[in-house]
């Protein structure tokens, strides 16, 4: 099945963070999943590192990638279509980041793998 991270479960997935649940942690690691990140995550990650909100050990972009193929998750990349469905989005939740993910899951017919309850506003699965 494909599923696709909120940006914190992200980080936590590569962190080793206690924070993230068991059930979060067997998604991810299930060999017959597919995981993806949106390239939203990869902006919101670069943006709390330049502003000082986020450490990395190594410059960002190899950070990034690194993780990506050491764990064996894809990049899902923005398409028009999803920016089409932001447009048509409810205000239930308002930040940027969260609302194109929201999109992508919503276009792509992927649960999101998050702590984030807001997301369920928009009928979407998600699985933590």
């Known amino acids: 099945m494909n599923y696709l991270l ?6 936590w997935f590569i962190n080793a963070d206690p924070v993230l ?3 979060a942690i067997g998604l991810i690691q299930a060999v017959e999943n597919n995981i993806y990140l949106s390239s939203a995550s990869i902006w919101e990650i670069a943006i709390k590192v330049s502003l000082g909100k986020l450490y990395v050990p190594s410059p960002i972009g190899m950070f990034l990638e690194e993780q990506l193929t050491e764990n064996s998750i894809r990049l899902l990349n923005i398409k028009i279509e999803h920016a089409a469905v932001i447009a ?4 239930h939740h308002r930040d940027p980041f969260d609302r194109l993910i929201i999109a992508q899951a919503l276009h792509e017919g992927m649960p999101i793998i998050g702590r984030d309850a807001a997301f369920d506003d928009y009928g979407i699965d998600r699985r933590w």
């Open 88 to 91: 048509s989005l409810p205000f």
């Open 6 to 11: 909120d940006t914190h479960t992200f980080l």
């Open 21 to 23: 649940s068991s059930n």
